[in-house]
């Protein structure tokens, strides 16, 4: 669903900090694009395929997406949000020869930036914008490739605590009772995040929760307790819990 116009500099605070007082407020003129809207539930990315060749995608203003991509019945899932940079409708043939089934899933009400031709031209007064922009590519297949080691650890509880306390370096909360991640995990939704069955999934969730390392909210929010894994040891949220 469309909608109204946003700045993209007013949208993504790390965008505006590219930009000096000065460009700030000219760049917050020029830099106005489309907004599109999408409500929870299946996504068709078919419908948001537009006529610009050269469109780029859509920048994430707010909201929570997942993307399936299932091969030969086997299937994975990618979570997407405020920040990122996308072309949902776009199949890189070049780049592998393996078919796969790719389903999106609107997790949260999203807010799309369109990062169309006309826009990307009104912004080249600001190279340094491109580059951000380019950045969240490089910043999305980084994240898959730590996604994809942790996927890679025997023991389902590893890659479980792995990949809640990966989330939480970009979702988590710093909270009383510990870091929260505020996001819809579900046993199901977990069990094709890491690779695992479902009911695998349930049993070492109860052992880790028996550990006292993670919780679960009311509200359906994952609450970690203690320290990172060693392996996350550098961790951001590290220090806050100290």
Request: with cysteine.
């Amino acid at each position: 669903m469309s909608g109204s116009t946003i700045s993209i500099v007013d949208a993504d605070p790390d965008l505006a900090e590219q930009l000096d007082d000065g460009q700030l407020e000219r760049a917050r003129h020029e830099a106005l694009t489309r907004v599109q809207r999408l409500s929870p539930g299946e996504w068709d990315v078919a419908n948001a395929l537009e006529p610009d060749v050269h469109h780029r995608g859509f920048l994430i203003v707010e909201g929570l997406l997942s993307r399936e991509v299932d091969v030969l019945g086997r299937h994975c899932i990618e979570l997407i949000g405020p920040c990122d940079v996308m072309r949902p409708w776009s199949w890189d043939d070049a780049g592998s020869h393996v078919r796969a089934e790719v389903g999106w899933e609107v997790l949260e009400p999203t807010k799309l930036a369109v990062l169309d031709h006309a826009l990307v031209t009104r912004i080249n007064p600001w190279p340094q914008l491109g580059v951000e922009l380019f950045n969240r590519g490089t910043r999305r297949a980084h994240h898959l490739a730590v996604a994809l080691a942790i996927a890679h650890h025997n023991r389902v509880e590893d890659r479980l605590l792995l990949t809640l306390w990966h989330l939480a370096e970009r979702w988590g909360k710093v909270t009383p009772d510990g870091i929260l991640l505020p996001l819809p995990l579900s046993h199901e939704r977990l069990a094709s995040i890491v690779g695992a069955h479902r009911p695998s999934v349930t049993t070492a969730m109860g052992a880790l929760a028996k550990a006292g390392k993670v919780s679960r909210r009311d509200d359906g929010g994952w609450l970690l307790h203690g320290d990172p894994p060693e392996k996350l040891r550098h961790h951001k949220l590290a220090a806050a819990l100290t």
